[in-house]
Nanobody
């Protein structure tokens, strides 16, 4: 059974930083494609950053230069370092992972990030 558990969300002031973690079990992140998505109230879920099995990384234009996605293979955990946070970054953040041989991937339960003064 695959489980993805996010943590690290919270309330932060504009300009602040947060680091999200996604701890995985039942799936080996180093052998999967994975990423972070977010969904703001009234909006569709959108891609934030993805890291492929081979290690290539892509970011949404809105977060380039501010967010960094990474993974720790030994801990089977993925991270999203978020700096220079803006109110428009407020959303529920979800981690996602998919084995390359499967059609469907797996989602975490989400963690709330609120950027407000």
């Amino acid at each position: 059974q695959v489980q993805l558990v996010e943590s690290g969300g919270g309330l932060v002031q504009p300009g602040g930083s947060l680091r999200l973690s996604c701890a995985a079990s039942g799936i080996i992140l180093s052998r999967s494609n994975m990423g972070w998505y977010r969904q703001a109230p009234g909006k569709q879920r959108e891609l934030v950053a993805v890291i492929a099995r081979a290690g290539s990384i892509n970011y949404a234009d809105a977060v380039k230069g501010r967010f960094t996605i990474s993974r720790d293979n030994a801990k089977n955990t993925m991270y999203l370092q978020m700096n220079s946070l803006k109110p428009e970054d407020t959303a529920v953040y979800y981690c996602y992972a998919k084995n390359t041989y499967e059609v469907e991937g797996y989602w975490g339960q989400g963690t709330q990030v609120t950027v407000s003064s």
